[in-house]
């Protein structure tokens, strides 16, 4: 089931929200069960095959976390090791199999010139995320961190239906003591008034924006595949028309979880906040999938070694990391290489910032237009990445790339030659092409324009939300509460604005328009 979609909106949420409260007055355990059931059968609305997949993951791994827990508790060390061991390497073994198990065997196949067979695998939906979460709670129970274990307030952290498809990922410390508050089993107002503002702005990124460019992206993107040639502005359109879609899919996503979540007086982590106003790549990682980031950091990079043991060792570490956390988002070498250009990224970033320290004749940092110069770097930095991150292959993504660097010429829409005066015969006679170039005529520009001034110049949902904390802990560089006038405030011209809000977006749902990041 998604939340883009008329069941989602007028069936299953008015009816999971009405029982919960009402099981809330009598028992907050029958509406944590509710809730939880609730969760499962919207996660099987999609294939209901794949519950089972989903059920036996909950209760091995709470059988698991409990016996590490009593281990820990008898100071049993190397018990408890061999049974954190086991319990992470069974779900890797689940993840690498659904996920991993054809490209693997493709692979090898290819290097020995092998004819193989492969079967049909379909990814469960959301197993990247609930498995990252429960070995998270494994990790987190092997180091003492865990101290609730009724199963099915642990069955409702998993399957917790606001984070369950595409995340965030979740700890176990940040879900159960709010899970466990009496109060978050009455019905609370403001959390409704919140909840529901801030589900609606990310319906209308998704139905209205993300939808509304995604049809420039795919005619670039498989235009090499059919042996046509990318010039400049179609690979830059195509780059960028993805990459805003990219960005508000996300968001959108995010918004709609943070505020579903918020209904039930629950606040999730911050996952989003802002990445395309980053200065550097290091800061893009620190707002975009937040909370992958954080597990990637704590789970993987530190493991390894983190900063450690020398320079070298911590380039080597950063690398590995983003490999992995490239592979993680998908079973292709375009998530590898994706993976390994933002990996080359970051170790270029903490090696600028190394010399840069050492070079005390350098500007100042931090003036504005440095910081303006720093951002257009790292944007145009993410986008590049971006192209593989959505080309179907590496080849594919290299002509995109092609086309971009202007290696297959430059064309213009013909209709610029007007407007660019005594500019446009010079132009043509130097080798600029002009034609009718459909997805400029169509509006793909002021498309750009305005999403790209949105990004960098607007304030984000929790910015707008701010006086009412919408998520569990904000960040360091969190707007201050003021009298702005895009702070929202729970009044009539805010309820009017967010009733034509929701219609619009509403009224935009398609038929069928998955969120990107269900693929992961």
Request: proline share 4%; with cysteine; charged share 10%.
């Amino acid at each position: 089931m998604l939340f883009n979609s008329y069941e989602f909106i007028f069936l299953f949420l008015p009816v999971v929200f009405g029982v919960f409260f009402m099981l809330g007055r009598g028992s907050s355990y029958l509406a944590a069960a509710w809730l939880t059931l609730s969760s499962i059968f919207f996660y099987g609305w999609w294939n209901p095959v794949y519950v089972w997949l989903l059920l036996a993951s909950i209760v091995f791994n709470f059988i698991v976390g409990s016996l590490i827990s009593r281990s820990v508790a008898a100071q049993q060390r190397l018990r408890s090791r061999i049974l954190l061991t086991i319990g992470v390497s069974v779900n890797l073994v689940l993840i690498a199999y659904f996920k991993y198990w054809n490209f693997f065997v493709g692979n090898i196949s290819l290097m020995f010139g092998a004819v193989s067979h492969l079967s049909e695998i379909i990814l469960p939906l959301g197993i990247s995320f609930f498995t990252f979460t429960q070995i998270a709670y494994l990790a987190d129970t092997y180091q003492g961190k865990v101290r609730e274990y009724r199963f099915v307030h642990y069955a409702l952290f998993v399957t917790y239906f606001p984070h369950l498809i595409a995340g965030p990922v979740l700890h176990h410390k940040e879900m159960m003591p709010q899970f466990a508050l009496s109060e978050n089993y009455r019905i609370n107002w403001e959390n409704i008034a919140v909840g529901l503002t801030i589900f609606f702005i990310g319906l209308f990124k998704k139905t209205v924006i993300a939808d509304g460019i995604a049809g420039y992206v795919a005619p670039v993107f498989d235009a090499p595949a059919g042996g046509g040639v990318l010039t400049v502005l179609d690979a830059w359109g195509g780059a960028l028309a993805y990459t805003f879609q990219l960005y508000f899919d996300f968001s959108g996503y995010s918004d709609m979880a943070i505020g579903l979540s918020r209904l039930f007086g629950v606040r999730l982590p911050l996952n989003f906040h802002s990445p395309y106003k980053a200065a550097s790549v290091i800061e893009f990682w620190r707002c975009w999938h937040m909370t992958l980031s954080r597990f990637l950091r704590d789970y993987l990079y530190i493991p390894l070694g983190g900063n450690r043991n020398g320079v070298a060792r911590r380039y080597l570490n950063l690398m590995v990391t983003m490999v992995l956390g490239g592979l993680w988002h998908g079973a292709s070498w375009t998530f590898v290489v994706w993976g390994g250009l933002h990996g080359f990224y970051l170790l270029v970033n903490h090696a600028w910032r190394g010399l840069r320290a050492r070079l005390t004749f350098l500007p100042r940092a931090g003036t504005w237009y440095g910081r303006a110069a720093a951002r257009c770097l790292t944007f145009f930095a993410v986008v590049a990445g971006w192209v593989f991150f959505r080309a179907a292959s590496v080849d594919v993504a290299l002509s995109v790339l092609q086309g971009m660097l202007g290696l297959n010429g430059v064309v213009m829409p013909y209709r610029w030659l007007e407007k660019l005066g005594a500019a446009g015969p010079w132009l043509a006679a130097h080798g600029v092409s002009f034609r009718d170039l459909p997805a400029f005529s169509g509006g793909l520009l002021n498309w750009i324009v305005i999403l790209l001034l949105v990004v960098w110049f607007c304030p984000n949902t929790q910015q707008i939300m701010s006086a009412y904390r919408p998520v569990l802990v904000m960040p360091k560089n969190w707007v201050a509460v003021g009298n702005r006038w895009w702070i929202w405030r729970p009044n009539a011209g805010w309820l009017i604005a967010l009733i034509m809000l929701a219609s619009y977006a509403i009224l935009s749902l398609t038929e069928f328009s998955e969120f990107i990041y269900f693929r992961f």
